[in-house]
């Protein structure tokens, strides 16, 4: 079947009739093999249902039934301007780029912000599309993951980041996704780049405008060199209406260091992605999840994690927490193959129960294939301790401040591993602007 | 009559027929005791005998079921108020096994217990400069080390520094009430000196102290007015600083056979 085939028009939903028409009504570009490929693939997958595994805490039927169009480019100048929402104060004058529905926002072609080359993919599509089917077309295990084929059939646009040295500030991607019509769908792409011993710290930061709610299906890719480091963060602060997918796939060679932040503030459903392949000896990733669920909000992390050569390491905390009637789950799944010997791998997830109404699930999974290896994990979810809570109460604290007193602490072993002090205060004074006496909490730090 | 006055005024607490229930199971049964301001009182008893329960009660534990009795503080019904309004009326407990909260640093923790007092009298927030110096003050009374400012409440605090540090928070929140629940055991020798040099350093004409303690050797640091002997649930002997040593030579088991 090739990508020109089409779904059972009798059975398919709304949403996948309207997925491929948004296919046929593509711009042809150069990428045109890697596309119809993932399309392909997508078509005969269809839509994740709760039948699939890795999604069955999280059900995106509703979606089925909507007929969404591709989100508009927007000019600068078109939309309000993004000052207000973006992650790092001005005091750091971290440059940010900003892409609005995956549209980058760029002056020029190839251009170098903050000692990081820059392109977009669209530029990049066309000057070296060998290069850029080279990574997109990588197998991975996207390669089963629909809403990630759909992004490299459709993605329109994107960044490209190539860092060449070490980069000591960081820069900040804002991702915008600009709702004027009812019912789109963004494909935001990012391929990042970093050279044998080079290094940056890169924040994508996901916020929402506009009077709708655009359904974003995210991608980003990195590839890091021999001895490269990469501290990446992917923030989900969109509106409670918002429905957000994210893919984030990493390919690790020798001595290699994968440093990620993912944290979800907001959105109404976020289900986030992350599939590392530590394919060197040496590679190491640290994995920090910072999971808040509240007002019927929906979080799922899903990390997949393949240790495929010798002395490879790593280490993932999770911290999630859920308010009201909100859901977080976690899920993740380290692999050691064959051959990875003396392969170390630390799960750590821990989450905290708000209401009786609220549900975390927490699955931390082992896959063994070869000797010698170090492998723990553990997974525990509670309320408030009320030893601690009593203690604080016992000085004389509000209660509220208390148990919001509390709720920080729990959240303080993923915190203080963030060496960008700015976005971390950020990332704090969201997180303290959700709880009760908030300015109280303030005066805390 | 006038005694009687003077005795009311001067009561900061009066425990009546006190009983309070754990998990299901009678502990305290009808304790009576009066505590007036500027008296250090030692509640002593063998293990099992309700000291801690007494102690939690009155600072309020909310799992622990008061099921007969009452108490007042300053006049006031006791359980009328929660467990924070206590600490902010000048009740304070000095924990037994003081809680690690790591993530909640130490000098903010003060700060914000400081602050809630001033707050209920009615008196602005504490300057931050004014507030460091208090504490340094208190810090190096209490030789505390510098560390101690960084780090999260009790985390990974020797069974020594908990207890120092209970000591430093009753002296920043200079409390009307101190119960101290076995602040001295874990101690060694000069750790119990610095402890009792804090404890003794806040006993005024307007304060108390309840020394909750499982042994005589605290006494000799700081010296009661009265003891107490508490014992299946009631306090079954009173009597002066005395009755401490007695005890510490005849073992619990002679009040307990008097009692009996």
Redesign the interface.
Known sequence: MSATAHADRGTASAALRSFEEQWQSRTLDTLAPVRERAMDRFLALGLPTSRDESWRYTNTRNLNGVRFAAAKAHARGDVEPFASVSLLDAAQRAATISVVNGHPWLRGIDSVINEIEVASLKEVARLDPKMLMDLIGAPSSADNQRWALLNTALFVDGLYLKVTKNVPTPLVILHVGVGTDTDTIAYPRVIIEVAPGAGATIIEHHVAQGEHAVLVNSNTQVTLGRGGHLEHYRVFATGRESTHFDHLAVRQERDSVFKQFTIALGGGLVRADMDVNLNQPGATLQSNSLLVGYEGRHVDCVNVVKHAAPDTTSRQTSRAIASDNSRVIFNSKVHVQPGAARAESHQSCRGLLLSDAAEIDSRPQLEIHADEVKCMHGATTGRL????L??????????N??QS??V??????VLTGMSVSSARNSIENALINQMPDSQ?LR??? | MGDVDLLAINSLLAIENLSARVAGKDILKGVNLTVNAGEVHAIMGPNGSGKSTLAQVLAGREDYEVTGGSVAFEGRDLFALRAEERARAGLFLGFQYPVEIPGVNNVYLLKAALNAKRKAAGEPEVDAYEFLTLIRQKMKFMQMSESFLTRGVNEGFSGGEKKRNEILQMLVLEPKLAILDETDSGLDIDALKIVSKGVNSLRDARRAVVLVTHYQRLLDYVVPDFVHVLSGGRIVKSGDKSLAQELERRGYDWVESQDA
């Open positions: 301790e009320p030893d601690m009593f203690y604080l109460l016992s000085r004389g604290l509000d209660r401040t208390a007193l509390l920080f602490a729990f959240l303080a072993d109280l005066n805390f730090r």
